[in-house]
């Protein structure tokens, strides 16, 4: 007997989502047994956003929710059991045990250890009672002696040290809260929590939470045969939580589309207080698979007042953002270039920036200039043996843009003119420069809504994201030799 995740809702009537999820947990191992048990007729659990849509219609809760509809309505659908079977894309997620008390829902879904199809006759899944136990042992927690709103925050806020001990991988040991309250060492809700030591001072004015991801991507194109092109996206998530109180809880929630990208190698700030161990073991070293943990990633915490990263993590995607072709050729006393650019069909095409700069090293002052570009601008800096090529902030509908020429160089001043000890003959390359604000290369967002605060008050919710480039090369073809990332620390 297990479940596989536990969700409290708080029924929110006129609101736009018409509900919020107050807290969520869901246990991996439970998951994987479930995967193992079910079969074919698995159906993974769902992020919080779709299963609160699908819940609230199913119970008939929705504002606008007035309709006939016959699939939920009919005589043949009528529920004495408080046990439903939700329609998220395209799948029936069966059996969800789900209640309305106080306007909470508290919902589970226990664990079926056989095949759902059809479904087995409830009295043979020993997790649904188990299910409702678990419930009702949360209701009774959160409601004994409960005066106010700011009481509710406040158990709701213990609820994830609790459960460690109550339902620890989600099999229930003890449906009574209170006696893991008791084990546990937490500051009484009548009494005045203490200042930690670590935290200076208390945020006053309004609530508020800002969450920023930042996608570095890296690449090294060489385009020569029996040479592999690398890349790598390295991602920073940065937070700030203005919230009042002197311990305010905040978990936080990355999400991936369908064809995202795992995150792997994910390294979390001090304050985050529990972490899935299928975040903590996704690593780059491994192979990649279809089992690999894609979300959601979440991170319960004790935010600190100042701005601080949430984490840092690695992902392996499958193509870089723009692939390119760059080919240098010595002719007597100038050199030919050929350039082409191709934004890959997956990117977003709409750039704050997007540059080509191509430095020519150990050369002198560039004297004369003959080229032709299917897109953009060209900038020279004769001094600096520099050539911009300016994108713009979109490529065109063929997603492919072209330059060519030739650079003809004056005499060489080791005073004025860049050196480098690397780009030497015809070893050269250019350097992409770009940012795509609203965007990730790996697809991860912050759901706003699946943010959960325990603290007084309700917090404006805000998240941003932008992809942008670093030490993005793509060198000439015809060079003698590759040239690494370890050889441009030397």
């Not at 080919?327 to 934004?343: A, C, F, G, H, Y």
């Not at 704050?352 to 150990?362: D, L, S, T, V």
């Amino acid at each position: 007997m297990a479940q596989r995740a536990v969700w409290l809702i708080s029924h929110e009537p006129g609101t736009p989502l018409c509900g919020t999820v107050r807290f969520s947990r869901r246990y991996p191992t439970v998951e994987k047994r479930a995967r193992v048990f079910n079969g074919a007729s698995y159906v993974p659990i769902p992020e919080d956003g779709p299963f609160l849509k699908a819940l609230l219609f199913e119970l008939r809760l929705l504002d606008d929710d007035k309709d006939f509809v016959e699939s939920r309505d009919s005589c043949s659908r009528i529920n004495k059991t408080s046990i439903y079977g939700l329609l998220i894309g395209g799948e029936e997620l069966w059996p969800v045990v789900a209640f309305l008390k106080n306007d909470i829902i508290y919902a589970c879904v226990p664990l079926v250890e056989q095949t759902l199809s059809p479904h087995p006759p409830l009295i043979s899944v020993s997790g649904v009672s188990q299910g409702f136990e678990f419930l009702f042992g949360i209701q009774d927690f959160l409601y004994s002696g409960q005066k106010n709103d700011s009481e509710l925050n406040t158990k709701l806020s213990q609820l994830p040290d609790l459960l460690l001990q109550a339902c620890p991988f989600g099999t229930l040991l003890d449906a009574n809260l209170k006696n893991s309250l008791d084990n546990t060492n937490f500051a009484s809700v009548t009494q005045p929590q203490k200042q930690p030591a670590w935290k200076t001072g208390t945020y006053k004015g309004k609530p508020q939470v800002s969450i920023s991801i930042t996608e570095k991507v890296k690449s090294m194109q060489y385009d020569k045969q029996g040479i592999a092109d690398t890349w790598q996206v390295v991602g920073t998530v940065t937070c700030k939580c203005d919230l009042e109180g002197i311990m305010p809880n905040v978990t936080i929630s990355l999400n991936l589309p369908t064809n995202g990208s795992p995150l792997q190698d994910i390294l979390v700030h001090p304050c985050v207080t529990s972490l899935d161990s299928a975040i903590l073991t996704s690593s780059s070293i491994d192979a990649m698979d279809d089992s690999a943990f894609s979300g959601p990633y979440k991170f319960p915490l004790t935010p600190p007042l100042e701005s601080f990263n949430l984490c840092y993590y690695t992902s392996q995607v499958p193509v870089p953002p723009i692939l390119g072709f760059y080919q240098m050729k010595e002719e007597e006393v100038q050199l030919r270039i050929t350039i082409n650019l191709k934004l890959h069909e997956s990117v977003k095409n709409n750039f704050e920036f997007c540059e080509a700069h191509i430095p020519f090293y150990n050369r002198g002052p560039i004297t004369h200039l003959e080229y032709k570009t299917s897109f953009g601008q060209l900038e020279v800096f004769r001094e600096k043996s520099l050539l911009i090529w300016i994108i713009g902030q979109k490529f065109p509908k063929s997603m492919e843009i072209s330059l060519s020429g030739t650079v003809t160089f004056g005499a060489k001043s080791h005073e004025k003119q860049p050196f480098d000890p690397i780009c030497i003959g015809e070893t050269a390359y250019l350097k992409l420069h770009f940012r795509i604000l609203d965007y990730t290369l790996t697809g991860c967002y912050a759901d706003q809504h699946s943010v959960q605060v325990f603290a007084s008050g309700k917090p404006k919710i805000s998240a941003y994201r932008k992809l942008i480039s670093s030490d993005y090369y793509i060198w000439n073809s015809k060079a003698p030799a590759p040239v690494t990332y370890g050889s441009l620390l030397l």
